[in-house]
């Protein structure tokens, strides 16, 4: 059974950095597709970055590029999201995602995306 953990949130200010690790284990994690993915009270799962197997391709959408980064240290089979010059907008709970399935597709759907990890809340004061 494929576990994903994430840490590494909390409080900061616009204009700081954080950087979010996912923990994965239980199967051949580091042959999927991953991702991070944001949520807030009443909207829908929304992708943030993901990365391919071998961390050769990697997709953000347009609210996050250029200042997140979205990396895999397969070694470890860590999954990581560094975030700079955050937002007030940037703040919610932040999910670690894989892709089931053998393939270099990077969704940008939750729906597909097999497993889930807890959430990790960011919240980014003005």
């Not at 840490?7 to 597709?33: E, F, I, M, R, W």
């Not at 197997?53 to 990396?71: C, H, L, M, P, S």
């Amino acid at each position: 059974q494929v576990q994903l953990v994430e840490s590494g949130g909390g409080l900061v200010q616009a204009g700081d950095s954080l950087k979010l690790s996912c923990a994965a284990s239980g199967g051949p994690v580091n042959t999927y597709t991953m991702g991070w993915f944001r949520q807030t009270p009443g909207k829908e799962r929304e992708f943030v970055a993901g990365i391919t197997w071998n961390g050769e391709r990697t997709k953000y959408t347009d609210a996050v590029q250029r200042r997140f980064t979205i990396a895999r240290e397969s070694t470890k089979s860590m999954l990581y999201l560094q975030m700079n010059s955050l937002k007030p907008e940037d703040t919610a709970v932040y999910y670690c995602a894989l892709r089931w399935r053998l393939d270099v597709a990077i969704p940008i759907m939750a729906n597909e995306y097999e497993y889930w990890g807890q959430g990790t809340q960011v919240t980014v004061s003005s």
